[in-house]
């Protein structure tokens, strides 16, 4: 475990009149009757670790506080270093100091530092400027009000205190520290970019009925399922879960083609409950992992399924990140109520191509050193220095076409263009359509994705208590039936990925699965290709169905065979 302390001094004056609100006017005022404060602090943080996994990053300050000259001791104070907030561009620094005046009575300094970029240089100015209020404990009464600084002489005093134990903490600390001021200034100001387009108005070709049907999660997250029905006659065939990966939401599965697939599943007599789990970009941003998704999202996705069915088993389809979160709970014996499974692209082992490994192992570090997130929808609405560093970027080495998103979601997601898809595949309004299907995918995503990589299957992102500790050193704790989907073009994943994860079944559970090829295919174009109701969509009802025929690498006529 890690430490890593300093001392810090802020002085000031602070006006006592309960009426001031205004912190500069209570210093000025303060300034004038001579009431300085100032206060001396040791801010130690325990375990690095801990203090950058807390969202409220906290640390312990300890030390003193002097008033009108008596110095009065700060024993169990609190600071808090850019505590998280929805805010894009806005950091806080917090202070709290609680301390027994010379009356007995209970006393709290209690300060912010605003760090938010506006005009001119400021920067300086934020981190050295603290907006301080004094409350009576007891009542929360405001006392006094006014401001401190921090003097450049300060300053590099506070330098020279800094100590640690653990090689790791002075760097994790400061990447911390750089990072959140780049967030703050670093951004370009920008004019206005495009808002989301509604989408473009399509007409089913059978009648649909939906509804939203929200879940709570045992770790408090509110997702929800769209539950599609056919509109003229109840379903017969039970319910089909489905979940797609990151950085897309469940609509990636409702391309505007002949007839997509939550359309050809209703209209051979599924009930399709499409999960907005939390990587979705239908909710705020927010720090995933797959872990979240397989221990909370997909087994109270399916537990809601089971309840509002009141089916006893269900099937599930799959894909990308939404299936490797999806296969953690499964093996893990989180979902006992799915006996049939199709997944498409990934399962347990990530197997990329050698400059994709290269990316993600080389990347990942450095760009968590500057940002939180990445986002795809960079190509129509870029907001910072860094998606217009990547834009500039994909447009100097990606021409392919003229879909900046397009051609970002294949630098963060490939090793080449067209990663995601065969163009050659895809209708004009299909290309145009999938521009608002990207956005967010957290960084720590992909330090999960990194380590799974390196270590040749799926890795819990953090330790976990009641799961297996390492998920392929025992057999699955499942019976679910699964169809594993690899398109012979995939630049995302290797279709070596599914076919490491068939054979990790086959070996435990023999005979009972399948590894089903779709040549030609790559990694989304299965769902969006024009051709994809005829070559694929029949490969996932044959999946589904209750008694399909076992093996390996069985390719149906109807698939194209590649050029």
Not at 29 to 50: C, K, N, P, S, Y
Not at 123 to 130: A, G, Y
Request: proline fraction near 6%; glycine fraction near 8%.
């Amino acid at each position: 475990m890690s430490s890593l302390r300093f001392t810090e001094e802020m002085d000031g004056h602070l006006l006592f009149d309960p009426a001031e609100s205004d912190h500069e006017r209570g210093r000025r005022r303060g300034e004038q009757a001579g009431t300085a404060v100032m206060f001396h602090l040791t801010i130690e943080v325990d375990d690095t670790a801990a203090f950058h996994a807390d969202p409220a990053h906290r640390a312990s300050a300890r030390g003193w506080v002097k008033l009108g000259g008596e110095a009065f001791a700060v024993t169990a104070g609190e600071f808090n270093l850019f505590p998280d907030t929805d805010h894009p561009r806005k950091r806080e620094m917090r202070y709290r100091l609680p301390f027994t005046g010379a009356d007995g009575r209970a006393m709290v300094l209690s300060g912010e530092k605003h760090v938010q970029d506006e005009e001119g240089f400021d920067v300086w100015r934020d981190t050295t400027t603290l907006l301080t209020e004094l409350r009576d404990e007891a009542t929360g009464e405001r006392v006094a009000i006014g401001i401190l600084r921090l003097t450049a002489g300060d300053f590099l005093r506070q330098m020279t205190t800094v100590g640690w134990d653990g090689t790791a903490a002075p760097l994790a600390f400061g990447s911390f520290f750089a990072k959140n001021l780049w967030q703050a200034y670093g951004a370009q100001r920008l004019p206005d970019t495009p808002k989301r387009r509604a989408p473009a108005p399509r007409t089913s070709p059978i009648p649909l009925r939906e509804e939203i049907v929200p879940y709570t999660t045992e770790d408090d997250f509110t997702g929800h399922l769209v539950r599609v029905r056919h509109a003229d006659r109840e379903p017969d065939l039970g319910p089909v879960y489905m979940a797609a990966g990151s950085s897309v939401r469940t609509n990636i599965f409702r391309a505007p083609i002949e007839i997509n697939i939550v359309e050809a599943l209703v209209d051979a007599g599924y009930d399709v409950w499409l999960n907005e789990w939390r990587a979705s970009f239908e909710h705020a941003r927010n720090a995933w992992s797959l872990d979240e998704g397989a221990l909370y999202d997909h087994p109270e996705g399916v537990r809601t399924v089971v309840r509002v069915t009141g089916a006893e088993k269900i099937k599930a389809l799959v894909h990308c990140q939404g299936s490797s979160s999806f296969f953690m709970g499964l093996v893990s014996g989180k979902m006992p109520q799915v006996d049939t499974v199709v997944c498409n692209a990934m399962a347990l082992h990530p197997v990329v191509h050698p400059l994709s490994k290269a990316k993600i192992v080389g990347l990942t570090p450095l760009m968590g050193l500057v940002a939180d997130y990445v986002d795809i929808s960079w190509g129509i609405r870029p907001q910072n220095w860094l998606s217009h560093l990547i834009r500039s970027w994909v447009r100097a080495t990606n021409r392919e076409c003229d879909n900046l998103v397009c051609r970002i979601s294949s630098f963060f997601y490939g090793y080449s263009r067209s990663a995601m898809w065969d163009h050659a595949k895809l209708s004009r309004e299909t290309h145009d359509w999938l521009t608002d299907e990207f956005e967010w995918i957290p960084i720590r995503f992909f330090r999960q994705m990194r380590r799974s990589i390196l270590r040749g299957h799926l890795v819990w992102d953090r330790k976990r208590d009641g799961v297996p500790r390492d998920l392929c050193a025992q057999p699955p704790q499942t019976d679910a039936r699964i169809t594993f989907l690899q398109g012979t073009s995939n630049r995302c994943f290797s279709p070596e990925s599914q076919a490491r994860s068939f054979a990790w079944f086959d070996r435990h559970q023999p005979g009972r699965h399948q590894l089903r090829e779709m040549r030609g295919y790559g990694h989304f174009d299965c769902w969006m290709g024009d051709d994809a109701p005829r070559d694929v969509f029949p490969i996932v009802l044959d999946a589904l169905a209750d008694e399909p025929v076992p093996g390996v690498n069985i390719v149906p006529s109807a698939v194209t065979p590649v050029a």
